[in-house]
């Protein structure tokens, strides 16, 4: 999906056959754990082109349909790297944190309408991202706890259900960032420089 011919050829191919979404789930995210003036400008150029550019066109793309109809549900994966910058994933947090905006602020204007917009902010979570960014060895993976998928999946689906704009997944998390919101800025700096260690 990372070409926008791709996405179109996706929404085409469902018209032909009379298809509609009613739940879009972009689930989509790459990253590259190494400092920024040491990753590649291609890794750097794939990572927003996955992790916004993706997001956005795949909403466009199902968005017109869903207010036809006047229902449906978008949901975004952001992460809680979204509130909380780590170093060694600087273009992954900022990603994250346009997916955060760009869900609250869409929600905004579908308001009087029957789409909804749920934000998701996972922690860390059991999938394949770990060994594509490069993380597996590093002390952060080594001593975090992951969520599972299924755990996750489930989380978000209950939400979908309750009509929610925005879920934090897991306890811990909820914790996290709760205790983050408080923290002053230059603290909780500091706090993810010692946590989010190569």
């Given at each position: ?29 790459i990253g590259y754990w ?18 916004v550019k993706c997001i ?143």
């Open positions: 999906l990372s070409l926008s011919i791709n996405r179109e050829a996706i929404f085409s191919s469902l018209e032909e056959k009379g298809l509609s979404i009613d739940i879009l789930i972009n689930n989509v995210g190494r400092y920024f003036q040491d990753t590649p400008w291609e890794k750097l150029e794939h990572i927003i082109n996955t992790n956005t066109h795949m909403t466009k793309l199902a968005i017109a349909s869903m207010l036809e109809r006047n229902s449906g549900h978008i949901v975004n994966l952001s992460s809680t790297a979204a509130f909380i910058g780590s170093p060694n994933a600087v273009c992954y947090s900022a990603t994250k944190a346009y997916i955060h905006i760009f869900s609250e602020t869409l929600a905004m204007e579908l308001k009087n309408s029957g789409v909804k917009v749920l934000c998701v902010f996972p922690g860390a979570t059991t999938t394949h991202f770990w060994e594509v960014a490069l993380m597996t060895d590093s002390k952060y993976d080594k001593k975090v706890r992951k969520m599972t998928a299924e755990e996750v999946a489930k989380e978000i689906i209950l939400a979908i259900k309750r009509g929610k704009s925005r879920l934090i997944t897991g306890r811990k998390n909820k914790f996290s960032m709760l205790i983050a919101k408080f923290l002053p800025r230059e603290l909780l700096n500091k706090v993810a420089l010692k946590r989010f260690e190569s």
